[in-house]
């Protein structure tokens, strides 16, 4: 039997590649999708008019044109890869559900193993894949690690919310949770994808289980206004601590667009490039503080 392991974001991609190395029955390839499908428009992404539409929302966010959004959850944003480059390497994830079901279709005997960890970003992405594999049920299995108690590297449990932050010994307990999705939760999981896109909500939040809840884009403004103070602050710092406030992390990316979008509308002052949190400066509208233009955080 061939193996595949199908993982959503690539900070997941070296510790589960470190538990195959460990044990030969769960011998395979890995495979990331890279976008984050827990922020942004889904509205009818099954359509190339909806494929374009999210293609130029990952553009606003980045503020140049990018193929394929590079962003790990927790993790500082970083600048896209060049256009011409990811157009060049067809890395897409259009481009690997493509070659996903070429696979499944030349190999009867692959089995794909989809790794999911408590947080949106694995449910929305099981729920795109899952409404699209009906016809490969009994060969697609799941391993979601819902509240779920693991050792870390200091022996103590806790409970992970992302793969990336379990050790990779942990992920041979693990492997004993994979299942075969079964005919009533591709009909019923697909269903839920087809909800999420005609909600079309501007970022998806895990209430529990797999349940998502849809909320507005500008959610998270409320506390980016309440972190920001009268005097300049570093956007990152804004960044992390609304991100700390919650159980799951938030894209920073997301959110330094969010500021950028607050400074349009006059909310908050900035300073510096506009270009990544790391570039620029934001207070708060008026009364500036005293010597305010030397004393900024770094």
């Known amino acids: 039997m061939a193996l595949l392991h199908i993982v959503f974001g690539e900070a997941s991609v070296p510790v589960l590649a470190e538990a195959v190395a460990m044990d030969e029955k769960m011998q395979g390839e890995i495979r990331c999708f890279e976008d984050d499908l827990s922020v942004g428009p889904l509205f009818i992404l099954d359509t190339k008019e909806g494929q374009t539409g999210r293609k130029q929302w990952w553009e606003q966010l980045s503020a140049q044109p990018v193929t394929q959004p ?160 009268k005097e300049f602050v570093k956007a990152w710092r804004i960044v992390q601590q609304v991100t700390g406030k919650f159980k799951y992390p938030v894209m920073d990316q997301f959110l330094g667009w969010r500021l950028k979008e607050l400074i349009k509308e006059g909310k908050v002052e900035s300073r510096g490039d506009l270009k990544t949190i790391r570039d620029f400066e934001v207070k708060l509208p008026g009364e500036p503080a005293a010597a305010s233009d030397n004393t900024a955080t770094e």
């Open 70 to 229: 590079q962003q790990l959850p927790g993790i500082e944003e970083t600048p896209p890869a060049p256009p011409e480059q990811a157009a060049a390497d067809d890395d897409s994830d259009a481009a690997r559900f493509k070659a996903l079901k070429t696979a499944l279709k030349e190999d009867p005997e692959l089995e794909v193993w989809i790794w999911a960890g408590q947080n949106a970003r694995d449910v929305c992405g099981y729920y795109w894949l899952v409404s699209q594999l009906y016809d490969f049920a009994g060969r697609i299995h799941i391993i979601y690690l819902n509240n779920l108690p693991f050792l870390n590297d200091k022996g103590a449990v806790f409970y992970p919310t992302h793969l990336h932050q379990i050790l990779p010994k942990e992920f041979l307990k693990a492997k004993k949770l994979a299942r075969a999705v079964s005919l009533a939760e591709f009909e019923l999981d697909g269903e839920e994808w087809h909800r999420l896109m005609n909600d079309n909500a501007g970022i998806r939040m895990l209430e529990g289980g797999k349940k998502i809840k849809g909320e507005a884009t500008l959610f998270y403004d409320k506390e980016l206004l309440a972190q920001t103070g």
